[in-house]
């Protein structure tokens, strides 16, 4: 009784010729990037140790330096809520002007795109940096960068969850003659409201975490207490800092993704 001769895998593929090029181009490239750039690996791994002493001073967090931060906590809260819902609030007709179904003429959907493209090219720093010498120290100059990072964040996802709808109610709807709001109120909407929320709430998460940097530059909010815990080498201030930002982090992110369920 005879049986089928077993299949030869290639020689490459026997000794794994293709991941080993892959691994030792990866290894030069990373060679290549460390000496054009000048970091010293060998001063990472001399300072690594300093890691440890960090962690073990902040280990023992002083968890009566969280009556201090309650109120700063609160205030990143509030700049993080109030901003991410008025970048979202003007990136609902910006995204709907980028669609490309749903807006024809590919001029105007250009000069949309370029506005987003820039508002998603300054930084967040650059911006508040701006806005604290426009509007001093304080927490406004954080919502208005809050809100520019997410006007450009929150368009551009929107407008390409439009770009993926389904166009039949669209045009069911146009063949009644219904008017372009009425077609986007309720063949639009309906379709990426779960995604918009979802997209909502991913950037009010970011901007709970980036307000903790605005801070640095004077734009309100905890990142101010987290600077002077920094600058004072007070380490187990900084954990309670971080651990109180986490808190707020995992709820927003329960909240999320408990809508989703309900949306979905």
């Given amino acids: 009784m005879s049986y089928p001769e077993m ?5 490459s593929q026997r000794h794994h010729v293709r991941a080993i090029v892959w691994t030792l181009v990866l290894i030069i ?5 460390s000496w054009a750039t000048g970091a010293d690996f060998g001063m990472f791994l001399a300072n690594l140790d300093q890691f440890t002493v960090l962690l073990v001073q902040m280990a023992h967090p002083a968890w009566d330096y969280l009556s201090v931060i309650i109120q700063p906590l609160y205030e990143t809260i509030q700049m993080a809520i ?18 490309h179904n749903l807006v024809s003429n590919k001029y105007l959907r250009g000069l949309i795109r370029f506005v987003l493209d820039l508002v998603r090219t300054l930084p967040d720093l650059l911006l508040a940096a701006i ?3 426009v509007f001093g120290i304080g927490s406004t100059a ?20 439009i770009e993926t709808i389904d166009m039949g109610p669209l045009e069911a709807m146009k063949s009644v003659g219904a008017s372009k709001i009425t077609i986007i109120w309720y063949a639009v909407l ?7 929320v979802s997209y909502f709430l991913y950037t009010l998460e970011i901007n709970v975490r980036a307000s903790t940097v ?19 080498f ?31």
Avoid at 142 to 161: N, P
Avoid at 220 to 230: A, D
């Fill in 7 to 11: 299949p030869q895998r290639p020689w």
């Fill in 29 to 33: 490239l990373l060679a290549l990037s």
């Fill in 82 to 99: 109030l901003g991410t819902t008025i970048g979202a609030a003007f990136a609902i007709p910006f995204s709907i002007l980028a669609a």
């Fill in 131 to 133: 806005f604290v010498a």
């Fill in 142 to 161: 954080g919502v208005v960068t809050l809100a520019i990072f997410s006007f450009g964040m929150v368009s551009k996802l929107f407008y390409e969850v």
């Fill in 190 to 196: 309906p379709q990426i409201l779960n995604q918009f």
């Fill in 214 to 232: 605005l801070g640095y530059l004077g734009a309100g909010g905890i990142g101010v207490y987290l600077q002077r815990s920094l600058d004072q």
């Fill in 234 to 264: 007070n380490y187990s201030d900084t954990a309670v800092i971080i651990l109180a930002t986490l808190v707020v982090v995992m709820v927003i992110d329960g909240v999320s993704n408990h809508l989703r369920r309900v949306l979905l």
